[in-house]
C-alpha cells in the first residue's frame, strides 16, 4: 500500500490553460503548443521542466517565461528517425476514458518532438489538459519515451459481455486487436523489445458501471470479465510483451454522478468493485506464475483515490465532491478526475507504483 502522506500540497502542478495575463505561482508558463501565460505572478519564476511543460515555481528571480524549443531529430507529426527510437523505451497503453488522448494507430508516430504522435500533447483527455499518461511520458520517467496509447473512452473490455455507451467504441478486445495488427510485430519504426517496453491496462470503470447493478451473481461476472482480459494480456505475452501494469478500479461510488444515486446504490456498486479488484490481483499473480520471464506491476488506484477523496484538503482541493475547472477540484466533470488530479496519479504511477522496471 503505498502512502501520499508525504506528497506535499505543492506537489500540485495546474496543466490547464489560464485566461489570466499572468500564470498564478504552479501555474503552467510554456512548453510547446502552450498558448496561455507566459510570465508569472510575483513571487514566482518560469521554470523549465521539459520541452512539452515550464511552470511557475516561488521564486525572487525575474518573471521571464521559459520558452521551450522544438527538437530537431524530427518535425511535429513525423515518425521517429530509427536512431531516436533505438534509443527510446516504449509504452503500450490500453484502456478507457481515464487514460485516453486520442491516440490513432494510422497517424503519426510516437516521436521525439511529440512522444504521443498524434494527437498533439496532451492529446483528447476526459476533462482538458494533461492525463496521467501524459504526466508519466512527459515527468515521471528516466528516459526518453515513446508513448502508444490505445485506450478509448467509454470502453470495456468485450463489447460482447458489456456493451459501451455506444457502439463505435473500441473495446479492450479492438485496442489490442489494434497493436496485434499494427506494431506488434517490431517494424522499424516501433524496435520495441520485450525489455525496452511496457504494456499498461486500466479496465472495468465501464464495465462494473455498465452492469453492476444486473442481476446474477456479480463475483462470477467479474470473474468473466478478468477471464476475457487476461486473454488478451496472453496474446501480448504471445508476441513478446513482458512487462505488465495493472491498475484497479477507483471507487467510483464516490464520484458526483453516483453520490446523486441513493446510498443503497452507491453501495451496491462499491461491492462489485470490491471483488473485481481482489480477484484481478488473483489473476495478475496466476499469469505471472504461468508464464515465463514476466514482470508485474501494480497501481493500487483504488486506494490512492480514498487516500486524497477522504482528506482532499491535504492534497490541495477544497472538497471530495465538487467538479468543474480550477486548481482545488479533484473532480473534473461528474465521472472523471481533473487533470490536477491526474498529477496525483502520473507521479504514483512513475515514482512508485513502476519502481524498478526499465524507465
Known sequence: MFSLSAIPVSALLALLPYVSAQAPVWGQCGGQGW?????????????????????CLPGSAPTTAV?????????????????????????????????????????????????????????WTATGGTNWVGYVTTTYNNSLL????????????DANLVKPYTPTVLSLTDQVSQFLTTVANKPASTPWTSSNALFSIWIGINDIGN?????????????????????????????????????????IERSPLMLRESTESQAGERAVITGFNSRLVAK???????????????????????????????????????????????????????????KFFGQEVGENALKGTIW
Request: net charge negative; glycine share 10%; aromatic share 18%.
Open 211 to 251: 452492469s453492476w447493478y444486473l442481476s446474477g451473481d456479480r463475483g462470477a461476472f467479474s470473474d468473466t470479465l478478468l477471464n476475457a482480459e487476461f486473454a488478451l494480456v496472453q496474446k501480448l505475452y504471445d508476441v513478446g510483451a513482458r512487462n505488465f501494469l495493472f491498475v484497479n478500479v477507483p471507487p
Open 67 to 123: 520558452v521551450t524549443q522544438p527538437a530537431t531529430t524530427t518535425t511535429s507529426g513525423s515518425a521517429p528517425t530509427t536512431t531516436a527510437a533505438s534509443k527510446a523505451n516504449y509504452w503500450f497503453s490500453f484502456g478507457d476514458s481515464y487514460t485516453q488522448t486520442g491516440f490513432t494507430p494510422s497517424g503519426a508516430l510516437p516521436n521525439s518532438v511529440n512522444p504521443f504522435g498524434n494527437p498533439d500533447f496532451p492529446g
Open 146 to 157: 515513446y508513448t502508444y496509447n490505445y485506450a478509448y473512452g467509454g470502453a470495456t473490455i
Open 284 to 342: 495478475a499473480n496466476a499469469f505471472a506464475a504461468a508464464n515465463s520471464g514476466v514482470k508485474t506491476f501494480f497501481w493500487d488506484s483504488h486506494a490512492q483515490f480514498t487516500t486524497i477523496l477522504n482528506s482532499p484538503q491535504t492534497y490541495g482541493f477544497k472538497d471530495a465532491t465538487s467538479y468543474g475547472s480550477g486548481s482545488d477540484i479533484f473532480w473534473g466533470n461528474d465521472y472523471h478526475p481533473s487533470s490536477f488530479a491526474h
Open 35 to 55: 498558448t496561455g501565460p507566459t510570465t508569472c505572478a510575483s513571487g514566482s519564476v518560469c521554470t523549465f521542466s521539459n520541452q512539452w511543460y515550464s511552470q
